[in-house]
């Protein structure tokens, strides 16, 4: 089945590591995205790539980190430079821009 | 940072109760807007993707219509069932960048 998987589901990490949330993608999508959601608030945007080996930031970059060194795959790191961490992780790709989304499961990543 | 608001926050509403909901967004720079919903436990799932003024959609009991030039979007749903309990998302789309979502409202279904 075609389709985005984000691992790991849960996430903990102490104070002043770095972590790293997985996302790959089977659909041959170009363009892959990262968002965060926190609690009674909407989905923001915090990395995007149209295409291999390129991206950009979104809204909420500081603090974290990505590459896109292959089509299928869009891993973000986030930073000891965070200052807060702990939100729901979400996923997503498509064709490309004006397209509809599609999104993994997410990973919910607390700071311990 | 785009400026894209979704009213109500929250709905509860009985079985059989028709609802709706709206998305208010930039009437600049519009190129489309996606609904999406998103169950509990479940990723996202896109509903519509709107381009057009006055465009109206529809996939089953739900439907979206469109108005660029004020900046706005309702979504309908007819005769609301259990399983239509989610939070709806709405996405503003420049052409130029990533979506940017708005808060989402989210629906309860009481049977």
Redesign the interface.
Known sequence: DGG?TQSPKYLFRKEGQNVTLSCEQNLNHD?M?W?RQDP??????IY?SQIVNDF?K??IAEGYSVSREKKESFPLTVTSAQKNPTAFY?CASNVG??????????TRLTVV | ILNVEQSPQSLHVQEGDSTNFTCSFPSSNFYALHWYRWETAKSPEALFVMTLNGDEKKKGRISATLNTKEGYSYLYIKGSQPEDSATYLCAFDTGRRALTFGSGTRLQVQP
């Open positions: 985005i363009a995205y968002y009674g608030q909407g989905l923001r945007l995007y950009q979104g809204d979400l821009l004006n397209t509809e989304a599609f999104f993994g499961q997410g």
